[in-house]
T-cell receptor
Framework: DAGITQSPRHKVTETGTPVTLRCHQTENHRYMYWYRQDPGHGLRLIHYSYGVKDTDKGEVSDGYSVSRSKTEDFLLTLESATSSQTSVYFC?????????????FGSGTRLTVV | GQNIDQPTEMTATEGAIVQINCTYQTSGFNGLFWYQQHAGEAPTFLSYNVLDGLEEKGRFSSFLSRSKGYSYLLLKELQMKDSASYLCAVRGFQKLVFGTGTRLLVSP
């Protein structure tokens, strides 16, 4: 286990409501990432963080915000959920140098916006 | 920007060898990764290439040609459990960009 957990694992929410997804790591990694995965699009980067309070946008950041107040937690917030944000969300941490600093992923959060 | 192409789906028979190709165009290159993803699960790391050539790890091998913007993942002695999606990803500056993945179906 790479020490990365996501919560919740599943969530159904209504259009227009705010939603926050949590990613927690126990390995003191500096870099953390949020991706969404949709059929036909693969994994697309939403936002990433390179340290406490240091974040940047990815390719599909519209409608999402993030916060990182502690090294171990990276939160993804959908300010006002829309049906187009129905997706599987994965958090990732930058892995070990012997893995080429590739990513280790959390188990994912399946979000349905109705 | 970055563009990564890989076939959508492939089929193969148990015990056979299959090669999954990936071509990429990128403005920066700091390594190419292959991940395996079973349905309903998270992607898991398979291999990493940063220099040209072949990296072998058990039944799985990965090849890279930086001048051609080309990589392949070779799976030998296919097993039913190898049925999964295989994701090619290129690392630019600080982040990985993924292709859409190749779904591999292994039949008996």
């Amino acid at each position: 286990d790479a020490g990365i957990t996501q919560s919740p694992r599943h969530k159904v929410t209504e259009t227009g409501t705010p939603v926050t997804l949590r990613c927690h790591q126990t390995e003191n990694h500096r870099y953390m990432y949020w991706y969404r995965q949709d059929p036909g699009h693969g994994l697309r980067l939403i936002h990433y963080s390179y340290g406490v309070k240091d974040t940047d946008k990815g390719e599909v950041s519209d409608g999402y915000s993030v916060s990182r107040s502690k090294t171990e937690d990276f939160l993804l917030t959908l300010e006002s959920a829309t049906s187009s944000q129905t997706s599987v969300y994965f958090c990732a941490i930058k892995g070990e140098p012997n893995l080429g600093d590739g990513y280790t992923f959390g188990s994912g959060t399946r979000l349905t916006v109705v | 920007g970055q563009n990564i192409d890989q076939p959508t789906e492939m089929t193969a028979t148990e015990g056979a060898i299959v090669q999954i190709n990936c071509t990429y165009q990128t403005s920066g290159f700091n390594g190419l990764f292959w991940y395996q993803q079973h349905a309903g699960e998270a992607p898991t790391f398979l291999s990493y290439n940063v220099l040209d050539g072949l990296e072998e790890k058990g039944r799985f091998s990965s090849f890279l040609s930086r001048s051609k913007g080309y990589s392949y993942l070779l799976l030998k002695e296919l097993q039913m459990k190898d049925s999964a999606s295989y994701l090619c990803a290129v690392r630019g500056f600080q982040k990985l960009v993924f292709g859409t993945g190749t779904r591999l179906l292994v039949s008996p």
